[in-house]
């Protein structure tokens, strides 16, 4: 234990050895003494206070009460067995109950001694009790460590439980570490960023946060290790932007030719909002730079991005370059094939489709033609990434719904060409504002913040299962005026069957109240074979049906101008965001639209929320901002996966000022240092080399 320091592994800890640490690193990813100290408690239990009896309440969280044991007896047998103590103070009697430890209770917990009680205060047959209390003898021993006052609570799991390893396990290892490691702890921010925001050492800081002497030094101690968490995320992404533009540099177009003046003079059948005009004049920028672009293009449903992406590959083929638009499904690479071959047909230019359900021969002579450069945008899934599909010269790749694909394969896109295309990202998942500089942190970002013009906001109302007879008098209505409705059941994946049932119930109830011949209903979902799935989806495009029931499928990328309803089952299931995709399918056409979100009688407080929410505003951004807060940042535009987000304190709803402070120190520090040389970023420079050794995949964004 002497010569230990941060890298030594958790078994040779006192108290740990070899089955213990085995079930650390299992259950909570600790391998080492530095791990450990890096496991962080996720609350405080405040006990500057002591609760009279009197004073009890059951709403009341833990509480602690000083009082005499006055009384203990065992009741009941075997397994109903449990020892009852009394603990008496000036104002009244509590219960201790316990049911288990019982033979340490026995020996333990004395009668007419005084003791510190900790624990949930509950009412049972009219009278306080306390189950399974924590126990401290009156006055406390003086060898316990940390402050009392506010302790340390960790999470930790049952299989952790069973040795030994609960909260307060975990809080004695933690001692033992401080107590001999803490002189280890290296800083990791130079001494010009300490100073400016006033930070704390990372020492001190490590410390306080799990035995805080104070709640002064507690928040001090989160705001220094906060600061540090978000400072290195963006130290990452912008060093790995900033390596990117000066190892790669990028093909120019330099040329607006006659592809992009044709089309938008004579073709383009409206006009481009002004939110339009500003994205691609940004994309064009870019690409005149002789360095390899990487923009991120948000834009709420329906504002306009395919013509933006269509704009910007015509671009590439006005200067020699070939273009490929990656979609995540078939579904909706389908669709944008469909609206690019229906906006410029093939008298301009070449336009091709490559997805699984492409047959061998079609591939065959699809391979010729792009490798000769007969092609000039080629459209698909991730069936471009094979290795067979060779380009004559990708110059431009749109990646559509980028957090649906892995690192891995927009990499390979990467490799298709000597110099790197440039990458274009589109996403209708509006992203809130620290998320984007979190995740998409190396990437530009250009917003389309403004619909076309015509387009009607769509009403959104909220019915509970009690108003479903008005729900389907509406249907009926629209319908007559020629209108096609969709119904969405969620399909989540814990209740698969369960989900199933609800989409086949629901089908039954629609075949009941929209009987043939006078009413057609199309069914999609996942289950289904692809030509299955496209069959159904074409029958509703064309009109041949009135009503697609459908789970989730589709939630991108359904264009039909004519389906002016959305009704989507069981809302409260789905999250704000999902719920703000599944609403864009609609309101495409000219006629005003309806989205109609059907729940049970009872909501919980945030599927409340949610559907409040939707019903007041069409804004995606003020949504994503909300969806934020109420779910957390895992779930959202796939960073579980992205594994960006691995956040231990950081909160990007709450610390947004701290993740401001740190982006723009690094934006400051690379403008001055852009190789970070300067002997006062040494510490940086060393962070980034161990990060930057090769071509990560995660250079490509």
Known sequence: MLNADLDTTIEFLKGVGPKRAEVLQKELGIYTYGDLLGFYPFRYIDRTRFYKVSELDPDLPYVQILGRITGKETIGEKHKKRIVARLTDETGTIELVWFQSLKWVDEHVMRGKVYIAFGKPTVFNGSFSISHPELEPYPRPATVTGNLTLQPVYNSTEKLKKFSIDSKGI?????????????????????????????????????????????????????????????????????????????????????????????????????????????????????????????????????????????????????????????????????????????????????????????????????????AGEIDILVGTHALIEDKVVFKNLGLVVIDEQHRFGVEQRAKLWRKNAVPPHILVMTATPIPRTLAMTIYGDLDVSVIDELPAGRKPIDTRHLYEGQRLRMFGFMKTEIAKGRQVYVVYPLIKESEKLDLLHLEAGIEQMRYQFPLPDYQISIVHGKMPNADKQFEMDRFITGKTQIMVATTVIEVGVNVPNASVMIIENAERFGLSQLHQLRGRVGRGAEQSFCILMSGNKLSKEGRKRLETMVRTNNGFEISEIDLELRGPGDLSGTQQSGVLDLKLADLVKDQQILQEARNTVIDIFQQDPLLTLPENALLKRFTDKKNRGIALDKIS
């Not at 579904?331 to 091709?352: K, M, N, T, W």
């Open 171 to 371: 809080q004695k290892l933690q001692a033992l570490v401080i107590t001999n490691c803490l002189s280890e702890v290296r800083e990791t921010l130079p001494a010009y960023i300490l100073e400016k925001y006033k930070l704390i050492s990372r020492k001190e800081a490590l410390l306080h946060i799990h035995f805080p002497a104070d709640s002064k030094m507690l928040q001090h101690a989160q705001r220094r290790l906060k600061f540090e968490e978000l400072f290195f995320i963006q130290l990452q992404l912008l060093a790995n932007k900033q390596f990117r533009e000066l190892k790669f540099k990028g093909h120019r177009f330099s040329l607006v030719g006659n592809y992009v003046h044709t089309f938008y003079q004579e073709i383009l059948p409206f006009a481009l909002t002004n939110a339009q005009k500003r994205v691609i004049k940004e994309i064009r920028t870019d690409t005149q730079r002789g360095i390899q672009m990487n923009r991120l293009v948000q834009g709420d449903v329906g504002s306009g991005k395919t013509v933006v992406a269509l704009m910007s590959m015509l671009l590439a083929n006005d200067n020699g370059f070939q273009a490929c638009m990656m979609a995540p499904t078939e579904i909706l690479a389908r669709q944008h094939y469909q609206s690019i071959f229906e906006l410029v047909g093939d008298q301009l230019i070449r336009v091709a489709i490559l997805t699984g359900t492409t047959t061998k021969k079609q591939r065959t002579l699809l391979h010729a033609q792009l490798e």
